[in-house]
Each structure stands twice: as C-alpha cells, then as structure tokens.
C-alpha cells in the first residue's frame, strides 16, 4: 500500500487510479458539472457584465447620479441625458447604471451577516438540542413576527441617518430566521449520522465536530441557499422602495428609480423612465437564481454531467 | 390531539406578550407622534392643543403604564382609537381584513387551481418537452419579483387596455362594494401573487410526484395488477401531497399579513396599507392591534399546518 501517488505508468495501485485516470477532488467534480449548464454559463457572464457595469459607472456615463439638473426636470431621452430625466432632475441613465452598486451591495453583504449569523444560532441549536434548540427556535418564532418597517423608521431616527447601511442592517437583522431553520435541520439529521459519532468516540470536542465535520458537510447546500439569499435580499430592497422603505433619493438604487416613476403619468407615458430598473432587477435575480440552481446540479453527487 | 392543541394555543401568550412589549417600546422611541405635525396657522399656541391632546391620551405617562392600560383595555374589546383617521381601530381593522381575505383567498385559489394540476401533468411525462417547457417558463415566474408583475399587469390591463382598475379595493357607482366589485379590484394584485407562487406549487408538485412514483409501494401496486389511473389516484397523488399540505398552511398564516408591498402598489385598502399609513403617522394604537392580528394569523396558520401534517399522514402522532 505505498502508491499514494498516481502515475499512469503504474498498473497495480490504489483503487483510485484503477480507471487510468486521476482522481478529482469533489470540488473540482462539482466546478465539472456546472461548466456544463448552459443556462447557469449564460447567467453568471450577464451577471458579471452587470457587476463590472455598476463598478466602472463612472466609466459609462460621466453624468453624476445625485445632481440634480433643476433647469431641465422631466425631460424625455436626449443627447445630454440618455434616458431623460425625472422629476427631480435626476439623470436616469446614470442613477440605472449606479444603482446597481447598492442593490448588489444590499444582496451580497446581507447574504453574509444572514449566513454567519445561521450558520452559528443554526449549528448551535442544532447541534447541542435541548434548551438552546428551544430558545433559538422561539427567538426564531419572535423574529417572524416582527414588524420590519416600524425598524426601519426606529433605526433611521437613532442613529439619525437614512444610508444604505441602515438598510443593510435592518434587512439583515430581520432576514434570518429562515435561513437558521434550515442549518438546524441539517445540523439535526448530522448529528445521528455515523461519522460524527465516529470523530466523537476517537475524542473530538464539540469545536472540532462542529467545524471540521459538520460544517465541510452542510457547505454545498449553504452555498446553493446563499446564491438564492442574493436574490431575495435584493428583490427586497425593491419591494421597500416600491411602498417608500427604501433607499432614500439622492442615494441611486434600482427600487429607488423604479419606484419614482410609479405615478400614473409616468407609467403611462414614460416607459424609459420605469423600464430599464425593472428589467435590471429581473435580469440580475434570474441570472442568481440560474446560477444557484446549476450549482444545485453541480453539487448533488446523483447528477449525472 | 386535544392536549396538543391547548397546549400549542397556551404558548402563543407568552409569544404575543413578547412581541407586543417590543413592537410597544420600538414604537415610542420612533421620533415624534401623530400629534406632532399639527400646522393649522388658525391654531394660536399649538404647543399647547399638542400637550393637552397627550395628555388626553395619557402620552405623558410612563411607557409601563401605558402598556398595561392599553393591553388591558384591548383584551376587553377596547382597540382604542386612531389619532389619524380619527375613528375606533376596530372599524378601521373590520373592512382592511375583509379587504384583505378576498384578496388573498382570490390568489390562493388561483395559485392550486392551476399550480397543482400543472405540476401533476408534468409529472405524468417527465422529460418530455411539455414538461421542459412549463419548467421553464415557471422557473422564470419564480425568479420575477411580485411587484414587477403587479407593474407590468398595471401598465398592460389598467393603462393600455383600460379594463381593470389601478388602484382602490371598492370603486364608484351603484354596485360600489358588492363582492363583485370586490373582485374586479383584486384580481391584478390577485394575479401577481399567484403567478410568482404558482411556480413554486407546480415545481414541488412535480417533485413530489416524481419522488412518490419511484416508491416500492407504487411498484407493488403495479405488480398486483391495479390499473394506471387507480395507481394514480390511489397511490401517488395522495402521498405526493402531503408535502403541500405544509406550504398550504404557512399559506393560511400569511393570508392577511402577506401582501403588504402589493397593497401599498395598488393602493388597495386592505391590512397592508392600515400598517404602512399607521407606521407613516405614529398611530400607535392602529399599529399595536395590526402587528397582534399578523402575529395571531402567523401562529395560527403554523398550527394548523401542524394538525393538517398529522390529519393527512397517520405515521405523525402528537402526545
């Protein structure tokens, strides 16, 4: 048993080797069988279109999305302002391209306090069951129920500011019951299974149970659940802007955009105006989910490529 | 069961207290109250028609002790009254949760009428281009945000086609607030619910029936010679939706507080809209009786979707 290392010259060795090929990392596997999936391919390169296009907007459009031109309200598209402008005076075009920092910025750091405050309250309850299960579940229960838009105005009058990292903060203390429920039900099911008993009776502690045995084990589904998160937090910040929740003007998001030209004129008569954010924000969470769903695919071992 | 039931009903009190003392205390450290942005230029010393309208409110008392009177009054029946649209809470809830009711059963219905029976035909034909094509098409409606559909519905039925109202859950004329008028104004917003939620029923329909009819049951119901439609009907349907039965009772909780967003787009005077104007004027005992019935409909919809999970599956036993 000394061949640890493969070479095809070597013909009686370890199983792995036995079909003349090297062995694969399951990670690797995995990348395997989502570089097959057209749609999620399609999806992750408009979405990196859509991320470089909100990083570089200065390189896009030299107009500033927070000026507002008083002398030239409401005007349609045009040469000075592509899409026109709004009521305000807002240059359309330029708050489309760079509101997609915010609504990306909400998405992603959401999905992270979301996730690590899951991965910890759910592996906790979890794992040790009993009166911590309980008590997390019930503050689950509590969360659920919790009035998210009288937070928001609480928070914006303390700490005296309307930025986006209110919102951020509001999103992500109310968006994580879900996401716990779920890592407790994973960690629940793990706990029985033989593997941890195995590391338990060779003398791991609970730590080292949780983080190098458990963890490694819930990561597929976490990262598939974490893609669909983004979506959902940034279909959220629409949602608020859309009842006047949101991103306040003359900080530019999407659902902010969208949600100015709501009136009955604008929808009417100014398709420009209304169209692009809400295509924007469609096209982004299609684009996320495809790619969650490939990476489903991709890291349930029953798939075949 | 019975034991279960009392015992899941007496643990929604101590559930309730919690959220009610929080939404209380978040509530007054909001800046400001509804009395605050009274600007009638005929008024000579606003400051003190706003004292005296505190006081009259017992504004000016410590928080504890408005918590106490107000919960006390409120299990008597007394919800107080609004300081905005001036008229008891009670007959400003009774019509937004009426309103509210008929849309959301609206949508619900809609949502298994067709979400069900789509998820079992793709079922019935895995694989094939049917089934490619309506996964497709209802993947794509999952991923649509609601209120995108509920916009593009608005621009095509309400603005184009001028046969369906923007806004508003009654309209004018002689049959203003018949069912039927109820209806007319609910069914955009009815149908922007249902075609996001539509999706997720068929999908986990089609799973669902898809895992069932690998089961050895299924096979041994084969093997003795029943026919395709018995093993159908008798055998997969009736496992499969158990599943279902789960999302259908969460469904039950969020049937009046689920379509906030949806209601302050379409204006439509329902629970949703109450909350939103309430939170938007400080009027503190709207969003206090609003907060408690979302609360109760969510814990209730919970268990039933509990006792429902045991009614249609015998292996769960509650004790």
Redesign the interface.
Known sequence: MSAQVSTPNDTNIEVTSRRGRPSKSPTRMAFERFMVNKAAIISTVVLLLIVIMSIAAPLITHVSPTHQFLSSTDTPPGPGHVLGTDQSGFDLFSRDVYGGRVDLLIGFVDTVIVMTIAMVLGGLAGYYGGWIDSLVMRVCDFMFNFPFLLLIIVLSAIFNTTSVWLLILVIGLTGWPGMTRLVRSLFLNLRESEFVLASRMSGAGAFRIIFRHMVPNVMGVMVVQATFAVAGFIAAEAALAVIGFGVKPPTPSWGDVLSNSLGYFTLATEPYAWVPPAALITITILCINFIGDGLRDAFDPSFEA | MGTYITRRLLGMIP?LF??TV??FL??H???GNAFNSIMNPAIKDPQALIASLEAQNFLNKPLWWQYFHWIGLFVTGNWGFSFAQHAPVIDLVGPAIQNTLILSVMAEIITLAIGIPLGVLQSRKPYSGFDYTTSVVS??L????Y??FA??L??LFA?HLRIFP?QGAVGTGPNAGSLLDHIYHALLPALSISLVSLAFYSRNTRGSMLEVSRKDYVRTAYAKGLMEGKVFSKHVLRNALIPLITFFGLDIGNLVGGA??LE??FSYQGMGLL??SA??NRDYNV?MAT?II??VA??LG?LLADILYAVVDPRIRYN
């Open positions: 559930m919690f959220i929080a939404v978040m509530m450290a909001a800046p993947f794509i999952f991923s649509v945000p209120f995108i916009i593009l608005i621009y603005i923007a906030v967003i302050g787009l909350t939103i939170v938007n969003i907060t979302f609360a969510v814990l919970n």
